[in-house]
């Protein structure tokens, strides 16, 4: 039983859903997430919701990035095991 189901969901709430992400040069992702996780280590280029494109540079294992992407890109990404949270 969920008794905050009828709460809203603020960007300060604790995340409900993920699923995996496979970059792409072309294709945004399904869902604007709250979160992205890196499970393997490396680098990660996105396209932030405002539209910017940005590298990160050696992200850890195991770190979780408070960023909304609209899309991960293929090109530029060596970080593995991605997930997006909402």
Do not use: C
């Amino acid at each position: 039983m969920d008794t905050f189901s009828s709460h809203s969901q603020s960007l300060n709430a604790p995340i409900r859903s993920g699923a995996p992400v496979t970059p792409s040069n072309s294709a945004d992702l399904p869902v604007l997430p709250r979160a992205l996780y890196i499970g393997g280590g490396g680098d990660i280029s996105m396209i932030l919701a405002g539209g910017e494109t940005i590298t990160l540079k050696s992200v850890p294992a195991g770190a979780m990035l408070p960023l909304r992407a609209s899309r991960v890109r293929q090109t530029g990404t060596t970080a593995t095991a991605l997930v997006a949270l909402w």
